[in-house]
C-alpha cells in the first residue's frame, strides 16, 4: 500500500482478514490509513498507543453563475440542489436509477419535489410534465454532462475513474460527495491529480449527521428552534469543518488536499478524546 507507514500496514491486513468481501469498507480504510501516515511520523506517540461553499471561496470564485450536475434525486440530492440554488447555481441535470433528466435551463426543483416526494414517481416523468426544454435518458452516465460542480448523492462507488476522466476533461473545478464513499479510489486520485477542488464525505455530508446532534440538543433543553435557528447552527458547524480540514492540510504539508485534511483531523479529534477520557 503506497504512502502508509509499515506500522499501519498490520492493522490493514487484520481489518481485510475481519472483513473479507467488504471492498467499499476496504476503499476506506486505504485512504484514511494513507492519511495516517503522516500523522504517526509527526506523533510517534499516537503508534506506541495503538490509535490510528469555502473550498470554491479559496479559489476566488463560489456557485454563482456555476453548472451543476447532482446524482440522485432522494433526501440528499433535493436538499443539495436546494442549497446550490439557494447560492446561485444552476441544476442542469439529476437522476435516479433508471436513467437521468437533462434541463439546460435549470431543473424545476419543486416539480422534483412532486415527482419524488408526493407523487413517489420516476425521474421519468420530470420530462414528461415539464413538457420542453428537457429531455429523459435512460440509463448511461449522468457524469458525461459537462458541468463546474458535480455532487455525487445517490449511491457508493457510482463515480468510477472513467467518470472522473471525462469530468476532469469537461472542465468540473469542484466536487463534493453527498452519498458515502460515491467516488472510487481511482476516481479520487484523478479528481487530485487535476487540481479539483474534492470535498470527501466525512466532510461534505456531515451535515445530516450535525443536524441530528442539533435536534438532540433541542430535546435535552426542551427547547424549539426555528428553522433559520437551526440553519445558521449548522451553517458554523460546518464552515468549522472546512476550517480544520484546510488547517490540517497546511500543518502536514498537503495545502487543499481536503481527503487528508478531513481524515487527519477527524482521528486527532477521536484520539484526543479517547485519551482525555481515560480509555487508552
Known amino acids: 500500500m503506497t504512502r502508509t507507514d509499515e506500522k499501519l500496514e498490520p492493522i490493514l491486513a487484520e481489518v481485510m482478514r475481519r472483513n473479507a468481501g467488504e471492498a467499499e469498507f476496504h476503499q476506506a480504510m486505504h485512504e484514511v490509513l494513507e492519511s495516517l ?3 504517526i511520523a509527526k506523533h510517534p506517540d499516537y503508534a ?3 490509535l490510528i461553499e469555502r473550498m470554491l471561496a479559496t479559489k476566488g470564485t463560489s456557485f454563482d453563475g456555476k453548472r451543476a450536475v447532482v446524482s440522485g434525486s432522494g433526501n440528499v440530492a433535493i436538499y443539495t440542489m436546494e442549497k446550490i440554488i439557494a447560492s446561485g ?4 441535470v439529476c437522476s435516479d ?12 426543483l419543486d416539480l422534483v419535489k412532486e415527482i419524488k416526494e408526493v407523487r413517489r414517481e420516476r425521474i421519468a416523468e420530470y420530462a414528461r410534465l415539464k413538457d420542453t426544454g428537457s429531455h429523459y435518458i435512460e440509463g448511461g452516465s449522468i457524469w458525461d454532462m459537462p458541468c463546474n460542480v458535480a455532487m455525487p448523492s ?9 467518470d472522473a476522466k471525462t469530468l476532469v476533461e ?8 453527498g452519498a458515502n464513499m460515491p467516488s472510487t479510489r481511482e476516481a479520487v486520485r484523478l479528481f487530485q ?26 430535546n435535552a433543553s426542551r427547547d424549539s428552534w426555528t428553522f433559520e435557528q437551526t440553519e445558521e447552527r449548522l451553517a458554523t458547524i460546518m464552515r468549522d469543518i472546512y476550517d480544520r480540514c484546510a488547517d490540517t492540510t497546511e500543518e502536514y504539508g498537503s495545502p ?10 477527524g482521528f486527532m479529534r477521536v484520539a484526543e478524546a479517547m485519551r482525555a477520557l481515560g480509555v487508552i
Do not use: C
Open 37 to 39: 501516515s503522516r500523522v
Open 48 to 50: 506506541d498507543d495503538a
Open 89 to 92: 447555481g444552476t441544476i442542469v
Open 97 to 108: 436509477s433508471s436513467g437521468y433528466v437533462v434541463d439546460e435551463t435549470g431543473i424545476d
Open 154 to 162: 445517490a449511491t457508493q462507488n457510482e463515480l468510477t475513474g472513467k
Open 170 to 177: 469537461n472542465g468540473v473545478i469542484a466536487l463534493g460527495e
Open 193 to 218: 491529480e487535476a487540481g479539483v477542488l474534492f470535498a470527501p464525505g466525512k466532510a461534505a455530508n456531515a451535515g445530516g449527521v450535525a443536524t441530528s446532534a442539533l435536534e438532540m440538543q433541542q
Open 256 to 265: 487543499g488536499d481536503y481527503v487528508l485534511g478531513a481524515n487527519i483531523a
